[in-house]
């Protein structure tokens, strides 16, 4: 690794994160808001709401629905162990794209099958299980590249930004809509929330597909130099 210079500084206020991250990369900042809104909303519209689906369209007694929660808990945790490996290996925009469009895809299987009455409490836990193990693996990257494509004095504010926006979009707005349409009592209305949850999360995936950064097995301070670097001519006197 090559050496750097740092330039002593005061503390970086809000106001020079915001103007680093939307000014001096516009499309990076694009990319987190895509990656975090999308598993926002898929996250908390699933997980706050799979009781509801439980008890309403199957049946399950409220007192044994939370059981359910196991095997997707489950999934959540095999994902990332199991895949997260190939993020290095294959890469990070790869993974990310291909893991974001792939439970994209799922969650609309899912939620046409559920729709056509083809599924049971059972069997739709198992593929909320597989649509969130792949989830789980990118969303999980997707912390990982906010702390990688930012200068390294404003990473651990980037996170916290763009999980903040994220939240707010997705994470807020994913309960209301499917708890609204959970009470219409209609599998198509619900429908109606699995594709919108898919569509952010194989959008989000695209994006990731062409603006991505491919940030495996580099420097850290080649993919975003530190703001507060010294030019080569400073450094050298």
Do not use: H
């Amino acid at each position: 690794a090559r050496p750097l210079t740092i330039r002593p500084r005061g503390a970086i206020g809000f106001v020079l994160v915001a103007r680093t991250m939307f000014s001096l990369y516009p499309k990076r900042s694009l990319l987190c808001f895509s990656l975090f809104t999308g598993q926002a909303f898929l996250y908390n519209a699933i997980f706050f709401t799979y009781v509801l689906v439980l008890t309403t369209f199957y049946n399950v007694p409220s007192g044994s629905a939370p059981l359910y929660l196991i095997p997707f808990a489950i999934g959540n945790f095999l994902g990332p162990a199991l895949l997260g490996p190939l993020f290095d290996s294959v890469g990070r925009r790869k993974m990310i794209a291909g893991t974001y469009i792939l439970s994209g895809l799922l969650l609309a299987l899912t939620g046409a099958l559920f729709a056509e009455g083809l599924l049971t409490a059972l069997t739709q836990t198992i593929a909320w299980m597989i649509v969130f193990f792949f989830a789980s693996a990118g969303a999980s990257a997707a912390y990982l590249t906010a702390s990688e494509i930012f200068p390294m004095e404003i990473r651990a504010m980037a996170i916290a930004f763009f999980f903040a926006i994220g939240t707010a979009v997705g994470g807020i707005s994913g309960p209301l809509v499917f708890g609204n349409l959970i009470e219409t009592g209609l599998t198509s209305e619900v429908l109606t929330g699995y594709l919108l949850g898919a569509a952010l999360m194989i959008a989000a995936g695209l994006v990731e597909a062409i603006i991505g950064v491919d940030a495996e097995r580099r420097s850290l301070e080649d993919i975003a130099p530190p703001l507060t670097q010294a030019s080569p001519d400073a450094s050298a006197g």
